[in-house]
């Protein structure tokens, strides 16, 4: 049996599948935390609360990275563990070097570094000649003007070390530029405290269909799991409205985007680490999106599991233990899985969800998630904002995505607007 140290979490569902896949390899885990009250909220789907899995919960602030491996260690001396993971993609970094200074299994803490600030990706796979579109990294106001009249609209303006799609706008014009901007500098510390880096990156805007890649690498080889494909809404934002796995691509096109994905995190130095990589696949080609060195969101590594029987938080936990992840497929009896979320157009007060009872009922409905009346709602800006999603399969073929769409259609949420 092995002990894990988990610092931070999110409170989305992969905060509740590596404290599952823990326990369910046999090992324990200890959660460090600079504020527990973050988590102190009721548990998810009617379950026990993720953390009351843990062997400790420690305190220690973790958004200071110089003294945060000192603590580690001091923590290390006296538990004794074995690896170091995380679910939040703002403490990915601090995790990996927590690894290092404890001489623990896991990924280059540079490379997870540079993984994790997409300017720093977008050089390094510059660099390395792996296909991605056109940027500049603007420092203020005047070099994100300038560099927008060089590149030429339309352009994607991203914060450089933000997730979940906050922020990130197109935009057409330097009018739309300079809101998209001013709206961007006024958020200048992230959800769990930390200081944003101010600079933005200004990228062309892509166009074709976009997947993600999830790929396992373990001892200098990475493995492709499979490709997933998503869907994108909320424009001008970029909002994941739904996924489906696997991807519906010709082999031309899988081919590409494998490849893609591979030659990113061979770039990047990426190694013992589960990896979420985006791509579009452009009329040019693919073109790389961004690298997340850590397992997808959205329920897309729960769709994996599903369909293939693989489970990516269980691999997740195994190379931040130095083991070889278990990546076999079995056969599941479902051939695809898809999710599709509600994403909400007002603010305001949820009332109800006509429809939920009727679609929890149909076939080869795997889940469905929605708020209790009375919920807040806000206008979706970002992934942050769903207001719950269906998840379904199908045994016999690619149509689960047509099955999730169709059971949405008919979940009609009653929202009283503030």
Not at 87 to 107: Q, T, V
Not at 172 to 194: Q, T
Not at 230 to 238: D, L, T, V
Not at 411 to 416: A, E, I, Q, T
């Amino acid at each position: 049996m092995a002990h894990l140290l988990m610092v931070e979490s999110w409170v989305g569902s992969m905060s509740r599948l590596l404290p599952r896949a823990v326990r369910e390899a046999g090992h324990e885990f200890s959660f460090l935390t600079r504020d527990l009250h973050h988590y102190l909220r009721s548990a998810p789907e009617g379950t026990a609360h993720p953390l009351l899995g843990a062997r400790h919960v420690l305190t220690a602030d973790t958004n200071d990275a110089r003294t945060l491996p000192d603590e580690a260690e001091r923590l290390h001396r006296a538990l004794g563990f074995d690896g170091v993971i995380t679910s939040c993609d703002y403490y990915l970094p601090a995790a990996a070097r927590i690894a290092e200074r404890l001489g623990l299994p896991g990924p280059a803490a540079v490379a997870v570094e540079n993984a994790c600030r997409k300017d720093a990706t977008r050089r390094i796979l510059a660099d390395a000649g792996v296909p991605g579109p056109r940027f500049a990294v603007c420092a203020d106001w005047a070099a994100t003007a300038e560099a927008a009249r060089e590149l030429g609209y339309p352009l994607v303006l991203k914060p450089v070390d933000l997730c979940a799609g906050m922020f990130v706008r197109r935009v057409d014009d330097e009018r739309e530029l300079a809101a998209a901007h001013r709206a961007l500098s006024g958020f200048p510390v992230n959800a769990r405290g930390l200081r944003r880096v101010p600079d933005v990156l200004l990228e062309e805007l892509l166009t074709g269909p976009e997947v993600s890649v999830e790929t396992v690498s373990h001892g200098g080889t990475g493995h492709v799991v499979g490709i997933t494909d998503k869907s994108i809404g909320g424009a001008p934002a970029f909002i994941e409205t739904g996924h489906m796995y696997p991807a519906a691509l010709a082999p031309a096109d899988a081919d590409a985007a494998r490849r893609t994905a591979l030659d990113a995190i061979t770039a990047l130095g990426l190694d013992d680490v589960v990896t979420h990589t985006e791509i579009r696949l452009t009329p040019d080609g693919p073109r790389l999106v961004e690298v997340n060195p850590r397992p997808a969101g959205n329920r897309i590594s729960e769709l994996i599991r599903h369909v293939t029987g693989i489970d990516l938080a269980a691999a997740c936990v195994d190379v931040a233990l130095g083991r070889a992840p278990d990546l076999r497929p079995r056969d599941t009896g479902l051939r695809s899985a898809a999710i599709g979320f509600l994403v909400p157009d007002v603010t305001g007060t949820l009332e109800a969800v006509e429809g939920a009872e009727r679609v929890r009922a149909e076939q080869g409905v795997l889940e469905v998630r929605l708020p209790e009346p009375g919920t807040a709602v806000r206008a979706a800006d970002s992934n942050n904002d769903y207001l719950g999603h269906v998840m379904a399969a199908d045994a016999t073929g690619p149509g689960a995505r047509a099955r999730v769409e169709d059971l949405l259609g008919r979940l009609r949420p009653r929202v009283v607007a503030a």
